[in-house]
């Protein structure tokens, strides 16, 4: 009888997701049932949690992470004799209402109305629109093609950059190198790229450089992926228009770091799509009923890869 143990700071409400669905011969356990929770064969939960209980998870056969970023168990000296899944195909309506949320409130000048407002100063100018503009998606996955989906909704053009298929229809032109093309005459650029080798600061002075001084740059991927000091460089010479991350380097960002006083940066903290247990459990529910088929898992992660 296949064991799932749940490793999460929702465990009660995956629990009832889950219990919910009556898959046959599963039984859950937790971490609480001591000796017999080490002898799952399942895991579903948060990537670091479950990397402390790696070593004694001596049945281990597949984790499901809740999360699309699994980079705590891709530490090369970590074991890697299981299936690792990720959350993927549940993000891209989130991130697309943030990304969207922010360039209409850029266009229409939204926080500049507030100010003009506060200070009772009747502000009668145009505002912008997205139509017509043309965004730039650094990865091109199942979020990347929501965006440009959004995007084409309001009839922008779309960029894509990535180095694996070109499966979205709402892309207009794809580019699989020469990142300083791809980003020449972009009035967004938006990150959507994985945590990997070769995207570790790929974001750095050179880009920043080649951008139009009028563009904004937002960061939903990966922090890793920006040279933040090249980064606040650009922001403070006001070589581009500002940025709104959602991802850094290392969080929570310390206090001491530029970013919290740079100008033209907007920050939020890992909120864009957050990880919603009705969606988590579906995702899992699927991956159950192919594993008790012996059928390939969904969204299964490439160690070497890294996604």
């Known amino acids: 009888m296949p064991k799932l143990l749940i490793l999460t700071q929702k465990t009660d409400e995956y629990e009832s997701l889950i219990r919910a669905e009556n898959l046959p011969d599963l039984e859950i356990l937790f971490i609480q049932d001591s000796k017999r929770a080490y002898e799952c064969d399942i895991v579903l939960g948060e990537p670091a949690r479950i990397r402390k209980h790696l070593p004694t998870l001596k049945n281990l056969r597949w ?150 001084a009028h563009a904004l740059f937002i960061n939903v991927g990966r922090g890793s992926a920006v040279d933040e000091k090249a980064l606040e460089e650009a922001l403070v010479q006001e070589k581009i228009a500002g940025a709104i991350l959602d991802v850094f380097s290392e969080e929570p960002l310390p206090k001491g770091h530029p970013f919290w006083t740079t100008p033209n940066l907007l920050m939020t903290f890992h909120t864009s799509a957050p990880s919603l247990p009705v969606n988590i459990a579906n995702l899992f529910i699927e991956n159950y009923q192919r594993y008790l088929k012996g059928d390939e898992l969904n969204y299964r992660v490439d160690f070497e890869r890294g996604y």
């Open 63 to 212: 984790v499901q992470s809740i999360w699309a970023g699994i980079e705590p168990l891709l530490s090369p000296n970590l074991r890697r004799d299981y299936t690792l899944t990720n959350a993927r195909g549940v993000f891209g309506e989130l991130m697309s209402e943030y990304i969207f949320g922010y360039l209409l409130a850029h266009e229409r000048r939204i926080f500049a109305l507030r100010q003009a407002q506060n200070k009772k100063h009747w502000d009668g100018r145009n505002n912008g629109s997205l139509r017509g503009k043309t965004i730039g998606l650094l990865g091109v996955g199942s979020i990347g093609a929501e965006v440009a989906k959004t995007a084409k909704y309001f009839k922008m053009t779309v960029r894509g950059y990535t180095h694996s298929s070109e499966s979205s229809p709402d892309v207009d032109v794809y580019f699989h190198d020469n990142l300083l093309e791809f980003v020449d005459g972009l009035d967004y650029l938006v990150n959507i790229l994985p945590n990997t080798a070769s995207t570790n600061k790929l974001l750095g002075a050179a880009v920043f450089e080649a951008l139009p």
